[in-house]
T-cell receptor, first 114, second 119 residues
């Protein structure tokens, strides 16, 4: 158990819908990362937050957005969903978001868009 | 831009045999490198990481990896495979950020190698 929690574990929805994925980092970690794992793209970095502020952005679609709240949990919002958004979405956390640090991954949320 | 290449999307070994999973990286600066393992229906678990303190890095579950700058490689090995090692393995490099000195930690992953262990 990494100490990172993600809810829900599974999500099935229809095209055009909007969903919210939630992540709670390890106790004491200030930085949260979101990654997408799909069969065709592999594991890709989406976005990083540190203590409530966006720090880095990767290949995140405009239909996707995220935020980190004062209690440090983070939410990833996916809207106007398409079939290709079906993937496993991971949240990871680290102490201060520095490149030297280990990122601890949650169990993921598996999203299926029908 | 940094990149990671894992040679071999599938590796199959017999129980007790040597495990060798290959990883080559591309980075303009000394990298921080990681190996993660993903068991079915689970998240990623850190096996080991290279931080420049030593070129041979020992990790959990008997795995180790050797950093070779001249070959830009960070291959993962285990002397004797166990059935429980069957999983997908990912090599990753950490982004050191821009020239302004702000360091980010986003990971760039290889495509993964699925390890199968036969009895």
């Amino acid at each position: 158990d990494s100490g990172v929690t993600q809810t829900p574990k599974h999500l099935i929805t229809a095209t055009g819908q909007r969903v919210t994925l939630r992540c709670s980092p390890r106790s004491g970690d200030l930085s949260v990362y979101w990654y997408q794992q799909s069969l065709d793209q592999g594991l890709q970095f989406l976005i990083q937050y540190y203590n409530g502020e966006e720090r880095a952005k990767g290949n995140i679609l405009e239909r996707f957005s995220a935020q980190q709240f004062p209690d440090l949990h983070s939410e990833l919002n996916l809207s106007s969903l398409e079939l290709g958004d079906s993937a496993l979405y991971f949240c990871a956390s680290s102490v201060a978001g520095m490149y030297q640090e280990t990122q601890y991954f949650g169990p993921g949320t598996r999203l299926l868009v029908l | 831009a940094q990149s990671v290449t894992q040679l071999g999307s599938h590796v199959s070994v017999s129980e007790g045999a040597l495990v060798l999973l290959r990883c080559n990286y591309s980075s303009s600066v000394p990298p921080y490198l990681f190996w993660y393992v993903q068991y079915p229906n689970q998240g990623l678990q850190l096996l080991l990481k290279y931080t420049s303190a030593a070129t041979l890095v020992k990790g959990i579950n008997g795995f180790e990896a050797e950093f070779k700058k001249s070959e830009t490689s960070f291959h993962l090995t285990k002397p004797s495979a166990h059935m429980s090692d069957a999983a997908e393995y990912f090599c990753a490099v950490s982004d050191r950020g821009d020239a302004g000195g702000t360091s980010y930690g986003k990971l760039t992953f290889g495509q993964g190698t699925i390890l199968t262990v036969h009895p």
